[in-house]
């Protein structure tokens, strides 16, 4: 439903943060950007491997949850109303496949 409005320019960030329970904010554990080309993006299949580990030394290992977000000024830090957000929060383990979720929000 909001597909028209994926917005060429914009940044897609997939984030991993590790699972701490339910109304918990984990530890954010990797994250990839991808540069938005429009809606034709997706659906979109994605690999988080260690190579998108933020910081040195962090193993990506456990159960996680996923977050994306598609930003509309590129900048990782700002959110801001119109952003389209989806997420998997439960269930999702480092080195499963077919971890399927739908970007179905917005800020």
Do not use: C, H, W
Not at 62 to 84: M, T, Y
């Amino acid at each position: 439903a909001l597909k028209d409005k994926v917005k060429a320019g914009s940044v897609l960030y997939i984030m991993v943060r590790r699972d701490e329970g339910e109304g918990r904010r984990g530890m954010m554990l990797a994250a990839k950007k991808v540069p938005v080309s429009g809606p034709t993006l997706f659906p979109l299949t994605y690999v988080i491997t260690p190579l998108d580990v933020m910081m040195q030394g962090t193993t990506l290992a456990g159960p996680v949850r996923i977050e994306a977000r598609i930003d509309q000024d590129g900048d990782a830090i700002s959110k801001q109303p119109g952003d389209i957000v989806g997420a998997l929060t439960k269930g999702a383990k480092v080195g499963q496949e077919g971890l399927d979720f739908a970007l179905d929000n917005t800020l």
